[in-house]
């Protein structure tokens, strides 16, 4: 069974920093394309960041680039997020999703690509 579980969300000032964790267990790890997404309520869910199975190609809308850094670990298991600079647009429960795939490059964009997810991990910045 797969299972993503996401930690580091909390509260942070604007212009600090987080990083977000999501460990993965029951799959192969280094054969998914990992994302983040976040969603705040009454809003639909949005991609902040994406890494090929690979590691090697990245993704990351303009309302973030610049700012966040997605990494991953595959001896560990996990992918990151770090997240400088933060706004309170930000704030929102921050999501991992992985998707099985047979490209080492592609990045995928959308949520509906992504069949494994995390519970989801709160991120709250205070102006």
């Known amino acids: 069974q797969v299972q993503l579980v996401e930690s580091g969300g909390g509260l942070v000032q604007a212009g600090g920093s987080l990083r977000l964790s999501c460990a993965a267990s029951g799959l192969t790890f280094g054969l998914y394309a990992l994302g983040w997404f976040r969603q705040t309520p009454g809003k639909e869910r949005e991609i902040v960041a994406a890494i090929s199975s690979s590691g090697v190609n990245t993704y990351y809308p303009d309302s973030v680039k610049g700012r966040f850094t997605i990494s991953r670990d595959n001896a560990k298991r996990t992918v990151y997020v770090q997240m400088n600079m933060l706004k309170p647009e930000d704030t929102a429960v921050y999501y991992c999703?992985?998707?099985?795939?047979?490209?080492?490059?592609?990045?995928?964009?959308?949520?509906?690509?992504?069949?494994?997810w995390g519970q989801g991990t709160q991120v709250t910045v205070s102006s």
């Open positions: 999703a992985g998707m099985l795939t047979t490209s080492s490059s592609a990045v995928y964009r959308t949520d509906d690509e992504y069949a494994n």
